[in-house]
């Protein structure tokens, strides 16, 4: 059984950066599959933000694609997601996922809130 | 974007009801259409991919359908258990490669 993990700072700071980790079990992240990085708020809905692939491949979403960054950590099965100059607007739950395999959807973690406040 | 637009927004119904969300989406995305069903403070849950397959361990009164720009989620006879907001999302575009329907939530009358 797969099971993603997020983990994180619950609170950043205006203009800083937020930085996650999600974990991964049950699968390594250097097979063929798309990591992605999803978000929710009550304003705009879900939000999908980018994902990764196994070879390091990114692709973004426009509207965020000049403040995100993503990576893997092949060593400790992990991908990270960056956000620069993050704003209230940031603030969400945010989710990683994987592609569920010949399904072409999304198979999600737990979710980690994100505060952006001072 | 293709944007997906899902009615109601809010659905009151009893155990025992049938019930049908629509979502639409802005241009044709073919079968690649998802229904996710997430309840508070929890990850959404993959219940229909490619728009009428039944995902994993999920219930059989669950059905999906539709092709092109229209696609409904239908619950033959709604359980206690189902009492959640469902979401609707196409992956058939590159750039942004999901997106979502904003939601509708399924309340006990």
Aim: charged share 15%; with cysteine; aromatic share 10%.
């Amino acid at each position: 059984q797969v099971q993603l993990q997020e983990s994180g700072p619950g609170l950043v700071k205006p203009s800083g950066t937020l930085s996650l980790t999600c974990s991964v079990s049950g699968d390594s992240i250097v097979n063929s599959n798309w990591w992605n990085w999803v978000r929710q708020s009550p304003g705009k809905g879900l939000e999908w933000i980018g994902d990764i692939s196994h070879t390091g491949t990114t692709n973004f979403n426009p509207s965020l694609e000049s403040r995100v960054t993503m990576s893997l950590d092949t060593s400790r099965n992990e991908f990270s997601l960056k956000l620069d100059s993050v704003t209230a607007a940031d603030t969400a739950m945010y989710f990683c996922a994987r592609v569920l395999p010949a399904t072409g959807t999304l198979e999600w973690g737990q979710g980690t809130l994100v505060t952006v406040s001072s | 974007d293709i944007e997906m637009t899902q009615a109601p927004s809010t659905l009151s119904a009893s155990v025992g009801d049938r019930v049908t969300i629509t979502c639409r989406a802005s241009q044709s995305i073919s079968y690649w259409l998802a229904w996710f069903q997430q309840k508070p403070g929890k990850a959404p849950k993959v219940l229909i991919y490619k728009a009428s397959t039944l995902g994993s361990g999920v219930p059989s009164r669950f059905s999906g359908s539709g092709s092109g720009t229209e696609f409904t989620l239908t619950i033959s006879s709604l359980q206690p258990d189902d009492f959640a907001t469902y979401y609707c999302q196409q992956n058939n575009s590159h750039s942004p490669r999901y997106t979502f329907g904003q939601g509708t939530k399924l309340e006990m009358k």
